[in-house]
């Protein structure tokens, strides 16, 4: 690895010199419209998988486009100058809408470049999440391409296209190329740093099953002076199922739950609290004071490291204006639970059905309905990719990055846990207020040029 | 009293005779369609208090149609032959849309004398609510004036034709006319019998609370990822406070909720279980099998003379297809409460106010709205207009009328007692299978021509 010093240099040093040039092709990528929840932006949705495809073929890859029978995806290959590990990149070059368009500033399409707290940021949908992010890693093969004369270790690229409208058409794709996707490990870059100055890993995300709750009574809707105190009321049944899912330290009350769930460990646990997380700040910027969740429980560990429960939605009955007097027929709910390592989403569906079924008065007509049920992923920190990364990262920002978790899942890592058996380095360079989703999204041009060298030393570390 | 048998043998004795004649007043009556709720048929309205008013002029009394902002009324008055007590009787002239119009087996508005299993039966929108039961006292008032000359005590009627639409107008109108329409008693034909063979009033009404909670928490809607375990799910909260609201006897948890509820008396206790109430038919016909409410409680008590909470609709977050991961931020509930004699309805809506805001968890910000508070209405049996409806029953059917309750309130029978100070009297005709508010609904000729009897009969009673 000793020889690949001089050469990293040298590509660190040809990034800073090209980057106005490299800014110029993510601005070209930005500007393509690729909403995939919007039929009328198919076109741009291919236009930018064309985009990214032919940005990967200057960069010696072979790439084409495969069709999905949604948006198509893009896969690439390089055979690698060296025989390091083989990684599959995955990222997304669609987008989410860019409405309400009034909020924006400029153009949604239109990257525009505004000075702020850290620096130049770069304002356009898509600025982080995620085509900045991938315009990161495209980038560094480029540059590896053009000092090295290739990236040095074996790369497949999945880009997809429907990963804002729930990756649907992937795991199909996923399911049936295998042979043509394997790989050692994935590299994604679609999740965020501490803050500008911390890089990070992250290493946990939170499993979910996610569910539906119904439960039937009457054969139709009563009328609640006749029928009350005699027919079963399914929103009084509901309400008293569901009121019983925490006890009164915050805890989940499914038989089971929390079997399997391991402490943090000590060094993890010290090192999220010498994060010194603001829960409260948090909180005050979303109207609130006082954090819910399991008691003398830290913050940061009721949010990562701790499963949670929470209803979603609920229905039934009359909700309109002024009274009426009725007895609804019918009651329904959304719960979802989030899970952490050790947590079997199977069982602890099981375990809902259970606590549901025991609590359902007689007449309850009641179905549970499981929408999904993924584990939580946890990345070993004793991984040579991630040990890799984590050089990478402390050498790019002089300090080492830190681990942190994800309370969200990212449907992607499973599926290409999964299907692919593979899994995934998450390095992002997003910050918490990066406007994801909403109107003047924004990449810090810091994050940007970071990553796009961060990257480039990543496949540095692993050239063989 | 003596003198009046014979005379009222001679009135029932022209009722039966004429009877043809008064069932086609009833016809006309029913065939305008004077739906309260439908502003294009505000005419038709006009119409039937027009023809109502001409009934009565018809019978003697001085009558005409008062405005109320809404649908008129029509006040008609009567001096009376005697020196008895003076009576206000209410009823309406306005009827429920008839919609679904396809479910008809004849037109709403074209009576239709159809056979069923008590004999001819009338099949009109109407037809039992209220204009058959007002056509009684109707032509009874008409059968004493043909045959002596006038009713034989003091009458006012007050017929109104916004009971269809929650009688908005009338309150105001009562309080503005508190000395037109002072009287000793009202007497309101618009509930029911225990069945076809056995006579009843209406003794009891429940009371209500109506109530509509909203619990607001974050300031927007949040990831239930990234906030789930930290930030407070208003839905949780919500279901955690109403799934409170019974204890595992069915009964309500509010303080002091049963404080002042008496216990049935041993005779009525007695005659309630004498009707010998099919519960479980009941239930079974509605697809229920098992009775809710306070255990150990008789079916009819739980339901005349037993209050009970329901909660007649919830919402918060999603309710669409599939999942969303959402923590909303605002959930809420109509949450009512049916009362007996004994409890005063603001108390029972401080205590529930007391009761949620006990069990809100900090950051939640809760409104409880009241929108009714009625009490219990419990008509005296030892009175002398209850004793004489009695004995004209009694003598009407061959067996004495059962005291029932009715489990819903009848919003005019408070506020004849609240606005007038009257007492009701409840002597009603219907039968449960009526098909009141829905298509195909039917008076039973046998309840119409014995309802007219008793009416004359009661007035027999009176006569001083």
């Excluded at 090209?18 to 009328?40: K, M, N, V, Y």
């Excluded at 409208?165 to 870059?189: C, K, M, W, Y």
């Excluded at 979910?208 to 139709?220: D, Q």
């Excluded at 010290?270 to 399991?294: M, N, R, T």
């Amino acid at each position: 690895m000793t020889h690949q010093a001089p050469v990293l240099d040298t590509i660190l040093a040809h990034i800073d010199a090209t980057r106005a040039a490299a800014h110029g092709r993510l601005f070209e990528f930005l500007r393509i419209p690729s909403i995939s929840a919007q039929p009328d932006h198919a076109a741009d949705c291919r236009r930018a998988a064309d985009w990214a495809a032919e940005h990967l073929r200057g960069s010696g890859f072979s790439a084409r486009i495969a069709e999905t029978g949604g948006h198509p995806v893009v896969i690439a290959e390089h055979q690698g100058t060296g025989a390091g590990p083989h990684l599959l990149y995955y990222g997304h070059y669609d987008v989410q809408p860019p409405e309400p368009l009034e909020l924006w500033t400029s153009p949604a399409f239109e990257p525009t470049v505004v000075d702020g707290q850290h620096g130049p940021k770069i304002v356009a949908r898509g600025a982080v999440d995620d085509k900045g992010q991938v315009s990161m890693w495209l980038e560094a093969f480029r540059a590896w391409h053009d000092v090295a004369g290739g990236v040095p270790t074996r790369i497949t690229v999945l880009l997809e296209g429907e990963e804002e409208v729930g990756t649907a058409h992937l795991l199909p794709f996923l399911r049936a190329n295998t042979e043509a996707l394997q790989a050692d490990a994935a590299v994604i870059s679609d999740t965020g740093m501490w803050d500008i100055d911390t890089p990070a890993l992250t290493t946990r995300l939170r499993g979910i099953v996610y569910t539906e709750i119904k439960l039937r009574a009457a054969s139709r809707d009563l009328h609640s002076g006749i029928y009350g105190g005699s027919a079963l009321n399914p929103i009084n049944a509901l309400t008293r199922i569901l009121g019983d899912l925490h006890d009164a330290d915050g805890r989940v009350q499914l038989d089971g739950f929390y079997e399997g769930v391991t402490a943090l460990s000590d060094a993890e646990a010290k090192q999220w609290d010498a994060l010194g997380f603001d829960e409260l700040g948090c909180l005050a910027s979303i109207g609130l004071s006082v954090p819910v969740g399991e008691r003398g429980v830290p913050g940061l560990q009721r949010i990562w490291a701790r499963p949670t429960a929470d209803i979603n939605g609920i229905w039934g009955g009359y909700a309109g204006a002024g009274p009426k007097t009725v007895i609804a027929s019918e009651a329904g709910a959304k719960v979802s639970f989030r899970l952490v390592p050790g947590q079997d989403p199977e069982q602890v569906f099981a375990a809902f059905e259970r606590f549901v079924a025991a609590r359902a008065p007689a007449d309850a007509h009641v179905s549970v309905t499981k929408f999904s049920a993924d584990p939580a992923i946890e990345v070993s920190l004793d991984n040579p990719l991630v040990r890799a990364a984590q050089v990478a990262l402390a050498e790019e920002y002089g300090r080492p990055p830190v681990s942190i978790g994800c309370g969200g899942s990212i449907p992607v890592v499973e599926a290409l846990h999964s299907i692919l058996g593979l899994d995934s380095l998450l390095m992002g360079f997003g910050l918490e207020d990066d406007q994801v989703h909403s109107p003047n999204e924004k990449f810090e041009v810091r994050c940007l040029d970071h990553g796009t060298r961060a990257h480039a030393r990543l496949l540095g570390k692993l050239a063989a």
